[in-house]
């Protein structure tokens, strides 16, 4: 069965750098997208990257581009979000879903990972 599992998830300082992991099993990943989410208290589900399995394409929001990076290690089964330069913005649980196609709507996801909270906070 498809499953995706995050972890890294913790505080940190603003300014400060974490580093997410999402490891897939189930699927090929060379067929679908990986695309990290998250969503704040009272806020809407939002897309922040993605990358495609079938050509490495990536996708970064406007808020975290040039902050935040997203790699995958095919090796290991497992895709990264490096975040840099933190803000309490950032402040969400951060989800690793895949999907079949290229989108930034949650709605096109029909498999997700559990969660990890990030809070970015002095």
């Known amino acids: 069965e498809v499953q995706l599992a995050e972890s890294g998830g913790g505080l940190v300082q603003p300014g400060g750098s974490l580093r997410l992991s999402c490891v897939h099993s189930?699927?090929?990943?060379?067929?679908?997208?990986i695309t990290w989410f998250r969503q704040a208290p009272g806020k809407e589900r939002e897309a922040v990257s993605g990358?495609?399995?079938?050509?490495?394409?990536?996708y970064y929001a406007d808020s975290v581009r040039g902050r935040f990076t997203i790699s995958s290690d095919n090796a290991k089964n497992t895709v990264y979000l490096q975040m840099n330069a933190l803000e309490p913005e950032d402040t969400a649980v951060y989800y690793c879903?895949?999907?079949?196609?290229?989108?930034?709507?949650?709605?096109?996801?029909?498999?997700w990972g559990q969660g990890t909270q990030v809070t970015v906070s002095s």
């Open positions: 990358i495609s399995g079938g050509d490495g394409v990536t």
């Open positions: 879903a895949a999907s079949l196609e290229r989108s930034a709507s949650p709605d096109e996801y029909h498999y």
């Open positions: 189930g699927f090929a990943f060379v067929n679908y997208v």
